[in-house]
């Protein structure tokens, strides 16, 4: 067992491999609990995309003691409530609860994460529910289509290529069998993290997990081959044409994280350089864009500094009435520009970061955010002290720092460009909707 007395977290690790996080906050009877598995669209090849998000619907389907969704009823009734996410990097299942109600949580992910059934009638069911949610979240919503397009043009042999939901024809030729084997593959407590916040002991904690998880056979995980991103040699464009009312534009280039950079300080810097183009109404997007040249009627820029391969730096926008996209891009650029040949103010930069680390301050006021925070980190391959350590990394970003990860990385050579030209809404059909409950 370690102990973290800074943080208040302890660590513990079952001999299957399964490691236990628990974040003690004390301050309302309440705990989460997140059961983190090591895999995601990341791992997923050509023909197969989306299985990682279709299994994640198909463990509340039934285990060889609970029924289809009795899972989710046993949890409703006693009073909390549970949903999973599936990311590129990881899927996750989590539960809000009452503090005394840890052990139906442990119980019964204990039980799919081993037991679970397979249906094939279940899964002709779900896979089509899942189809449903493509068509309503990405095929009937231009912006979302235009980013995919984007993020297919920009990663070319990376795993981060295709979506998360995967691309139809994959769904429409998945089948059980291949659920099967990817949970075979992946779902095991040695590819596993929990992670408990709240009010809850340690102890307590760690001795349920021996109680449930204890005796869950550990699994020989797939080996991954390294799929490294090939070197972008100049800038790439794709237009998109899709029934929309407005224009809109995806740009995005190529930076480190905290998992690739050369320099410890530069995935920070970033992350501020992203605060000070959108971190609100006094950031120069708003003020500039918005407000002052009303050349956008909205735009934003975002940087995810802790993804475990390169990523992207991205900025978005739709231009205000009477002005171009070719009009929004050049302000984007110039706003980039400025940043490159001219250090940020002192003041403005030290205002920027107080509004970053308040913001993590008040992330860290949720329970869940905390345990998202370390599951996420540590399910990635890196430490979930990073998080803990994020406010200090902050504040120690200079205006020098600023203005070199601006001109290293912001430039043309590994720009990626979307453009969505919107086409006639008149003759398109409204979709059949069915709700997910995942």
Do not use: C
């Amino acid at each position: 067992m370690k102990h973290f007395p800074e943080h208040n977290v302890h660590e513990y690790q079952l001999t299957n491999g399964l490691k236990v996080i628990v974040k003690e906050d004390h301050r309302a009877p309440v705990m989460v609990s997140q059961v983190w598995y090591k895999v995601g669209s990341s791992y997923e090849s050509g023909g197969a995309t989306g299985v990682s998000h279709v299994l994640e619907h198909m463990m509340f389907k039934g285990t060889e003691k609970l029924g289809p969704n009795e899972f989710s009823r046993i949890i409703a009734e006693n009073g909390g409530r549970e949903n999973a996410f599936t990311g590129r990097d990881y899927t996750a299942y989590f539960q809000q609860m009452e503090k005394s109600r840890l052990r139906v949580s442990f119980q019964h992910e204990a039980d799919r994460m081993r037991n679970l059934l397979l249906n094939p009638e279940e899964f002709k069911k779900e896979i089509k529910v899942v189809m449903e949610e493509r068509r309503m979240r990405t095929e009937d919503d231009p912006q979302s289509l235009t980013y995919e397009a984007f993020n297919a043009a920009a990663y070319v042999n990376s795993p981060y290529h295709a979506p998360i939901i995967g691309w139809m024809d994959d769904l429409e030729n998945m089948n059980v069998d291949d659920l099967a084997d990817w949970y075979r593959m992946w779902y095991a407590p040695n590819n596993a993290t929990i992670v408990v916040a709240g009010d809850v002991n340690h102890k307590e904690v760690f001795d349920l997990a021996e109680r449930y998880f204890g005796e869950l056979e550990p699994s020989q995980v797939a080996d991954r081959k390294p799929r490294v991103e090939v070197d972008q040699r100049g800038e790439r464009r794709v237009k998109i044409k899709a029934p929309a009312q407005l224009p809109y534009i995806m740009m995005g280039y190529k930076t480190p994280t905290v998992a690739t950079a050369e320099e410890k300080w530069e995935p920070y810097a970033l992350d501020v350089l992203a605060a000070i183009l959108d971190g609100g109404n006094s950031a120069r997007f708003s003020r500039n864009l918005v407000r002052g040249s009303q050349v956008a009627a909205g735009v934003g820029a975002g940087y995810n500094l802790f993804a475990p391969r390169t990523e992207l730096f991205t900025f978005s926008g739709t231009p205000s009435q009477g002005r171009s996209l070719d009009d929004l891009e050049k302000a984007i650029k110039n706003e980039i520009k400025k940043l490159q040949e001219k250090m940020v103010d002192q003041a403005e930069l030290d205002r920027v970061k107080a509004q970053v680390v308040a913001g993590k301050v008040y992330e860290r006021d949720s329970v869940f955010y905390q345990a998202m925070s370390i599951g996420q980190l540590e399910t990635v391959g890196l430490n979930w002290m990073l998080g803990e350590n994020y406010a200090d990394n902050i504040k120690a970003v200079t205006p020098e720092q600023i203005r070199a990860v601006a001109s290293k990385y912001l430039n043309s050579d590994t720009l990626t460009v979307a453009e969505l030209d919107p086409q006639a809404i008149g003759n398109a059909k409204p979709a059949r909707r069915t709700r997910s409950a995942h």
